[in-house]
């Protein structure tokens, strides 16, 4: 049943960093755009970032210049490198497939909490 599995996650002090990884199982893993997300308490869950097939990237406004999402589509993984953490990271990360092909069960995603 699990199709997407976040890891990675932690408690982190502030100016810190972590590497999240997001394995996913399907055979055409290739062909989508992944995204993270995140899911703060009381929060909408926002686009963190996300990479397409070709390796083009998106990031939002307050994460740019501090992540870094990448793939390995041999190992069908994606990655999230976040340096410079802040507070307002403290989130539930999660990954999914991005458009048409968006999987509506969301994983148990990454508590990542940065805090002094």
């Known amino acids: 049943q699990v199709q997407l599995v976040e890891s990675g996650g932690g408690l982190v002090q502030p100016g810190g960093s972590l590497r999240l990884s997001c394995a996913a199982s399907r055979t055409s893993f290739t062909i989508y755009t992944m995204g993270w997300y995140r899911q703060a308490p009381g929060k909408q869950r926002e686009l963190v970032a996300h990479i397409t097939s070709g390796g083009n990237t998106y990031y939002g406004d307050s994460v740019k210049g501090r992540f870094t999402i990448s793939r390995d589509n041999a190992k069908k993984t994606v990655y999230l490198q976040m340096n410079s953490l802040k507070p307002e990271d403290t989130a539930v990360y999660y990954c999914?497939?991005?458009?048409?092909?968006?999987?509506?069960?969301w994983g148990q995603g990454t508590q990542v909490t940065v805090s002094s």
């Open positions: 999914n497939y991005r458009g048409i092909g968006a999987d509506p069960y």
